[in-house]
């Protein structure tokens, strides 16, 4: 039942963060669809660590190059979508105030995307292969 809650609690914040999204496109003061390129960043980030999981032994080892080029990427993938919304708004196409909801909104899709591989990423009983 532990798993159930978690994953309501994952969908939850995820449609939070997705109302922030739009929000910062939708609203009258701001109605530039602009922002919405980062969904191509929340799609892409959890796929080099699905990648690195899936190719690399689960040794217990000090590293892990596969698994620490998978923390590259997503490094570079995440820090790319919190630095569009911000380009975007140095040259003018959207609003501080749109900049701002968008930032909000990849915060919080960002920690549900963590919170999933925290919660179904574990080689504990319960796992996300189960769904």
């Known amino acids: 039942m532990a798993g159930i809650k ?68 997503t490094t570079g993938i995440v820090v790319s979508c919190f630095g569009l919304p911000i380009i975007l708004a140095r040259t003018s196409t959207i609003q501080w105030g749109a900049c701002g909801l968008v930032m909000t909104g990849n915060a919080v899709i960002f920690l549900t995307i963590f919170g999933f591989f925290v919660v179904f990423g574990g080689g504990d009983d319960f796992s996300w292969e189960q769904w």
Do not use: H, K, M
């Not at 919405?36 to 899936?54: Q, W």
């Open 6 to 73: 978690a994953l309501v609690g994952l969908s939850f914040s995820g449609a939070i963060g997705l109302t922030f999204l739009l929000l910062g496109c939708a609203l009258e003061q701001y109605g530039v669809y602009w922002p919405l390129f980062v969904l191509i960043f929340y799609i892409l980030s959890p796929v080099p660590t699905f990648i690195s999981r899936r190719l690399s032994d689960d040794t217990d080892s000090s590293s892990n190059a596969c698994r620490e080029l998978a923390y590259f990427l």
